[in-house]
């Protein structure tokens, strides 16, 4: 066993203690040896002269065991992915009850035991969890997870790990001189690389190697183009492409790797295997050969000098760039494109590119000394920005600005050298340090009303600091402002969580209070409560009066009067008096027929309505009505008219009226 001291440490000790389990479990990636583990556990415990660490080899049981040997009556192998039902698990119950033919234990090996099925388990749990003194059993894994917890608990467990490329290189290595196969350098890293950490696929391509080799000695042009890498002469191209800016070479070699048939995803991956080389050269320095085993010592030569002409800086951002397009090229249709745009990308930071940004530094910087002249102290910036100040008078309002500047103003004849630089003290803010400005608002005391009217720059503020603490503080709302400690409003419970959270650097509350003193000058404290319904905001103490005329806008529309148009107006009454919204009249009628129904009193009943039939019958005399015509809308009255349908003579007329609407306020027409 190689690279798994993890597992044969302890198990040695065990066996060296004669504290043996009575079931194991090994679990780990397929071909790092669980199974010839397994093999050797049971050799092992059944050795004439164990349970040992150390089988003897000469016995019965370890010659049964051993590489050439037959097998042993008493140790069984089971492949679980084919006899992995309740049948089987009832079958291996049965044999375990039985006492082994010739060595001291009864092993049950259970390979792939993850794909046993639950039931199976189910089965197996009474005899695993109470076996006889003579049966051990070792259950080996890729899946762990899918071995039923029941069964997991009742076992040893003992992880097996891929095996690392410098124990696997040095074990490939032996191997090939016990075997007295000559081996081209810089086979056996590819060898091992291709392998990945798993001994018997390491093991399975040396051997493919060794078998279509010629001369007994495998070459390294044959390897690579059987393992599919990309050879060493290609990359030290490319790389030497990239150093030079050639960009002729660099797209030459990419055309040559499509033209061979390679993959052009395992080209960028085997791109990004030397850069990263190139890097540990350039960080290490001569101590990169610890680093990079199996590495020819002439190869590792030149690589010194690819990592000098690029650099670590360059090298990384390099290496940036091959890991995106290893990413772009998953599932990509089209390799060969996402490739030449790598390495477009790839010339595009060439160490010209690279370096133009950093001429300009000390221009930019030029101007520094220059702006800090004319401003030697704080007092005579103040000035330079007003142009205004020249003027003998203007020293007193100049000083009722900028309280916090107690300094005189300059004289007279002082602001014409002083003016003149001001607006270039502004444009290299940049490059020299300046103290924090003062408040954009005027001084004083401030208020509620203060603060309201400078809230939406406060928020302009805010979202320059942070966009996130903007998008929380815009749903606040200022209720009260008293000794410094301010009252915000919230529209829901969330928002106040949000505003009182705190993170690594500042929250919003310490963004916002940021905020307010680079523009009230204030530095305050919060009071943060969830308000649903806001209603008016309460006036300031140094609001002015509502009935203040000045201040007071125009009347709001829901207060004003409703005016009905001319049209839609009512018309007076013959009298001349309003006549009411309500009221209903009827026109008199000159002569009414004798078959006009007689008009009911209001207190009466109306009569029943007749039925279908009594209005079909032959033997009603009344003559058919007609239905009344409706007038224009902007008729006032109506007319009542009649047609000749026969009805009954106690039923009342259909009469059309007029009213006012509730809905549109105008004089609409309704059947009652």
Same mark, same amino acid.
């Given at each position: 066993?190689?690279?798994?001291?993890?597992?044969?440490?302890?198990?040695?000790?065990?066996?060296?203690?004669?504290?043996?389990?009575?079931?194991?479990?090994?679990?780990?990636?397929?071909?790092?040896?669980?199974?010839?583990?397994?093999?050797?556990?049971?050799?092992?415990?059944?050795?004439?002269?164990?349970?040992?660490?150390?089988?003897?080899?000469?016995?019965?049981?370890?010659?049964?065991?051993?590489?050439?040997?037959?097998?042993?009556?008493?140790?069984?192998?089971?492949?679980?992915?084919?006899?992995?039902?309740?049948?089987?698990?009832?079958?291996?119950?049965?044999?375990?009850?039985?006492?082994?033919?010739?060595?001291?234990?009864?092993?049950?090996?259970?390979?792939?035991?993850?794909?046993?099925?639950?039931?199976?388990?189910?089965?197996?749990?009474?005899?695993?969890?109470?076996?006889?003194?003579?049966?051990?059993?070792?259950?080996?894994?890729?899946?762990?997870?899918?071995?039923?917890?029941?069964?997991?608990?009742?076992?040893?467990?003992?992880?097996?790990?891929?095996?690392?490329?410098?124990?696997?290189?040095?074990?490939?290595?032996?191997?090939?001189?016990?075997?007295?196969?000559?081996?081209?350098?810089?086979?056996?890293?590819?060898?091992?690389?291709?392998?990945?950490?798993?001994?018997?696929?390491?093991?399975?391509?040396?051997?493919?190697?060794?078998?279509?080799?010629?001369?007994?000695?495998?070459?390294?042009?044959?390897?690579?183009?059987?393992?599919?890498?990309?050879?060493?002469?290609?990359?030290?191209?490319?790389?030497?492409?990239?150093?030079?800016?050639?960009?002729?070479?660099?797209?030459?070699?990419?055309?040559?790797?499509?033209?061979?048939?390679?993959?052009?995803?395992?080209?960028?991956?085997?791109?990004?295997?030397?850069?990263?080389?190139?890097?540990?050269?350039?960080?290490?320095?001569?101590?990169?050969?610890?680093?990079?085993?199996?590495?020819?010592?002439?190869?590792?030569?030149?690589?010194?000098?690819?990592?000098?002409?690029?650099?670590?800086?360059?090298?990384?951002?390099?290496?940036?760039?091959?890991?995106?397009?290893?990413?772009?090229?998953?599932?990509?249709?089209?390799?060969?494109?996402?490739?030449?745009?790598?390495?477009?990308?790839?010339? /595009? !930071?060439? &160490?010209?590119?690279?370096?133009?940004?950093? $001429? +300009? =530094?000390?221009?930019? @910087?030029? %101007? *520094? #000394?220059? /702006? !800090?002249? &004319?401003?030697?102290?704080?007092?005579?910036? $103040? +000035? =330079?920005?007003?142009? @205004?100040? %020249? *003027? #003998?008078? /203007?020293?007193? &309002?100049?000083?009722?600005?900028?309280?916090?500047?107690?300094?005189?103003?300059? @004289?007279?004849? *002082? #602001?014409?050298?002083?003016?003149?630089?001001?607006?270039?003290?502004?444009?290299?803010?940049?490059?020299?340090?300046?103290?924090?400005? #003062?408040?954009?608002?005027?001084?004083?005391?401030?208020?509620?009303?203060?603060?309201?009217?400078?809230?939406?720059?406060?928020?302009?503020?805010?979202?320059?600091?942070?966009?996130?603490?903007?998008?929380?503080?815009?749903?606040?709302?200022?209720?009260?402002?008293?000794?410094?400690?301010?009252?915000?409003?919230?529209?829901?419970?969330?928002?106040?969580?949000?505003?009182?959270?705190?993170?690594?650097?500042?929250?919003?509350?310490?963004?916002?209070?940021?905020?307010?003193?680079?523009?009230?000058?204030?530095?305050?404290?919060?009071?943060?409560?969830?308000?649903?319904?806001?209603?008016?905001?309460?006036?300031?103490?140094?609001?002015?009066?509502?009935?203040?005329?000045?201040?007071?806008?125009?009347?709001?529309?829901?207060?004003?009067?409703?005016?009905?148009?001319?049209?839609?107006?009512?018309?007076?009454?013959?009298?001349?008096?309003?006549?009411?919204?309500?009221?209903?009249?009827?026109?008199?009628?000159?002569?009414?027929?004798?078959?006009?129904?007689?008009?009911?009193?209001?207190?009466?009943?109306?009569?029943?309505?007749?039925?279908?039939?009594?209005?079909?019958?032959?033997?009603?005399?009344?003559?058919?009505?007609?239905?009344?015509?409706?007038?224009?809308?902007?008729?006032?009255?109506?007319?009542?008219?009649?047609?000749?349908?026969?009805?009954?003579?106690?039923?009342?007329?259909?009469?059309?009226?007029?009213?006012?609407?509730?809905?549109?306020?105008?004089?609409?027409?309704?059947?009652?």
């Amino acid at each position: 066993m190689i690279g798994q001291a993890q597992v044969t440490d302890p198990l040695m000790t065990a066996l060296r203690g004669d504290r043996v389990g009575h079931a194991y479990l090994f679990s780990g990636p397929r071909g790092c040896g669980k199974t010839t583990s397994a093999r050797i556990l049971a050799r092992c415990l059944n050795c004439a002269a164990g349970p040992t660490d150390t089988p003897c080899g000469t016995c019965d049981s370890c010659v049964e065991l051993g590489r050439g040997g037959g097998g042993s009556l008493d140790v069984v192998e089971i492949d679980a992915a084919s006899h992995n039902g309740v049948d089987d698990a009832r079958d291996l119950r049965e044999r375990a009850i039985f006492a082994p033919a010739r060595d001291r234990f009864k092993i049950f090996i259970l390979d792939e035991a993850h794909m046993v099925t639950p039931q199976g388990f189910n089965a197996l749990l009474k005899l695993v969890e109470e076996p006889p003194d003579h049966v051990k059993f070792i259950f080996a894994t890729t899946e762990p997870e899918k071995v039923i917890g029941t069964i997991r608990s009742r076992t040893h467990h003992y992880p097996f790990r891929l095996v690392p490329p410098a124990a696997m290189l040095e074990y490939v290595q032996s191997l090939c001189e016990a075997e007295g196969v000559a081996v081209e350098a810089g086979v056996l890293p590819l060898v091992v690389r291709a392998g990945g950490g798993s001994p018997r696929d390491t093991l399975s391509l040396l051997d493919q190697l060794i078998a279509g080799s010629e001369d007994e000695k495998v070459r390294y042009a044959r390897a690579v183009s059987l393992l599919g890498y990309t050879h060493a002469e290609l990359l030290d191209e490319v790389v030497d492409a990239f150093g030079d800016g050639d960009a002729a070479a660099a797209f030459g070699a990419v055309d040559r790797v499509v033209q061979t048939g390679q993959d052009p995803r395992r080209f960028v991956d085997d791109l990004l295997e030397r850069l990263r080389d190139l890097i540990v050269i350039a960080a290490t320095g001569p101590g990169a050969s610890a680093v990079l085993r199996g590495v020819p010592a002439d190869e590792l030569e030149r690589m010194s000098r690819q990592a000098a002409v690029f650099g670590s800086d360059r090298l990384s951002r390099t290496a940036d760039l091959v890991i995106g397009t290893l990413d772009e090229m998953t599932g990509a249709t089209s390799p060969r494109l996402q490739l030449e745009l790598m390495v477009a990308r790839v010339l /595009a !930071a060439s &160490p010209v590119g690279a370096s133009s940004p950093a $001429a +300009p =530094a000390p221009s930019s @910087a030029a %101007p *520094a #000394p220059t /702006a !800090a002249a &004319p401003a030697p102290t704080p007092a005579q910036a $103040a +000035p =330079a920005q007003t142009p @205004a100040a %020249p *003027a #003998p008078t /203007a020293p007193a &309002p100049v000083v009722e600005r900028v309280p916090r500047d107690e300094t005189p103003a300059p @004289a007279p004849a *002082a #602001p014409a050298p002083v003016v003149e630089p001001a607006p270039r003290a502004d444009t290299p803010a940049g490059a020299v340090p300046t103290p924090e400005p #003062p408040p954009s608002v005027s001084t004083g005391p401030v208020t509620l009303h203060r603060v309201r009217d400078a809230w939406p720059e406060i928020l302009g503020q805010l979202e320059q600091i942070s966009r996130t603490s903007w998008l929380i503080a815009s749903n606040a709302r200022v209720l009260a402002f008293a000794d410094d400690v301010l009252t915000l409003a919230f529209q829901s419970q969330s928002d106040v969580a949000k505003f009182k959270q705190l993170t690594a650097g500042a929250g919003p509350s310490e963004d916002l209070r940021r905020a307010i003193q680079a523009v009230l000058g204030v530095r305050v404290k919060y009071i943060a409560r969830h308000d649903v319904d806001p209603g008016p905001p309460p006036p300031g103490p140094d609001a002015p009066p509502d009935d203040d005329p000045t201040t007071r806008g125009p009347p709001s529309p829901r207060r004003r009067p409703r005016e009905r148009s001319a049209a839609r107006r009512r018309p007076p009454s013959r009298n001349g008096r309003s006549r009411p919204s309500r009221q209903i009249r009827r026109r008199p009628t000159a002569a009414a027929p004798r078959w006009a129904p007689r008009p009911q009193p209001s207190g009466e009943a109306q009569p029943r309505a007749p039925s279908r039939r009594s209005r079909s019958s032959p033997s009603t005399t009344s003559p058919r009505r007609r239905r009344p015509v409706r007038s224009p809308r902007s008729l006032p009255r109506t007319t009542e008219r009649y047609s000749p349908r026969a009805r009954s003579p106690r039923q009342p007329s259909t009469t059309a009226m007029t009213t006012t609407c509730r809905m549109c306020r105008s004089i609409c027409r309704f059947r009652r």
